[in-house]
Every structure is written in structure tokens, then in C-alpha cells.
Nanobody, 123 residues
Framework: QVQLVESGGGLVQAGGSLRLSCAAS????????LGWFRQAPGREREFVAG????????YNTDSVKGRFTISRDNARNTVYLQMNSLEPEDTAVYYC????????????????WGQGTQVTVAS
């Protein structure tokens, strides 16, 4: 099982940037694909970005392509989400997630969640 702790959320103006971090621990972390999901008030938790255990394969949902970048540093057991050109619609609680699959793409593939970090984008 992988334990995940997010940080880096906050309040930012539209057009601004934030970088989220997720520190992972546990004996399977080096072989786990990781990803980010988000949940806005009144909406379901949705996939944002995923990265394979090696960091070679990444995938972003369409609404964030060209704006968000996922990366990982396996030496630090940390995954990042660089968010640029933020929009009010990006306001949500962002969750780090892990899977035993090769790449994390869907909520039902998750076997571990972080506690979440709030991102608020003001217009």
C-alpha cells in the first residue's frame, strides 16, 4: 500500500500558476503509477493527469492539456503537478492517487488516495 501526502494548494488569480506536490511512501511506491484527480463542489471526482512508474508515459485530460504538466522524481518519491494559466473552473480539491497498473487513468483503478489540497482560482 502507498501512503500519499499532498501540498502546494492555495489561492491564485486567474492566469496564475501553482505547483502541487505529492510525497509518496510505502514499499510499492517505486513500482506504482501515480496521478492527480480533482473534485469541485457538487461534482464527481475527475481524472486530471497520470504518470507511469518510470515517468516516461504521461496523460492529461483534455481540459488541462497545454496548461498542466505532471512529473515525478523517484529519488524523492514525489510526483508534481505544475498548473499554469489557471482558470476559475480549475477550482477544486486536488487529490494524489496511486495504482498498481502501468498508468493511472480512471478512478476505479486507484488503490490509494491522499487527503487532498484545495486550489482556488479567483476571477
Amino acid at each position: 500500500q502507498v501512503q500519499l501526502v499532498e501540498s502546494g494548494g492555495g489561492l491564485v488569480q486567474a492566469g496564475g500558476s501553482l505547483r502541487l506536490s505529492c510525497a509518496a511512501s510505502g514499499r510499492t511506491v517505486s513500482s506504482s503509477a501515480l496521478g492527480w484527480f480533482r473534485q469541485a463542489p457538487g461534482r464527481e471526482r475527475e481524472f486530471v493527469a497520470g504518470i507511469s512508474w518510470s515517468g516516461v508515459r504521461t496523460y492529461n485530460t483534455d481540459s488541462v492539456k497545454g496548461r498542466f504538466t505532471i512529473s515525478r522524481d523517484n529519488a524523492r518519491n514525489t510526483v508534481y503537478l505544475q498548473m499554469n494559466s489557471l482558470e476559475p473552473e480549475d477550482t477544486a480539491v486536488y487529490y494524489c492517487a496511486a495504482t498498481g497498473r502501468a498508468l493511472l487513468l480512471h478512478r476505479d483503478e486507484v488503490n490509494g488516495w491522499g487527503q487532498g489540497t484545495q486550489v482556488t482560482v479567483a476571477s
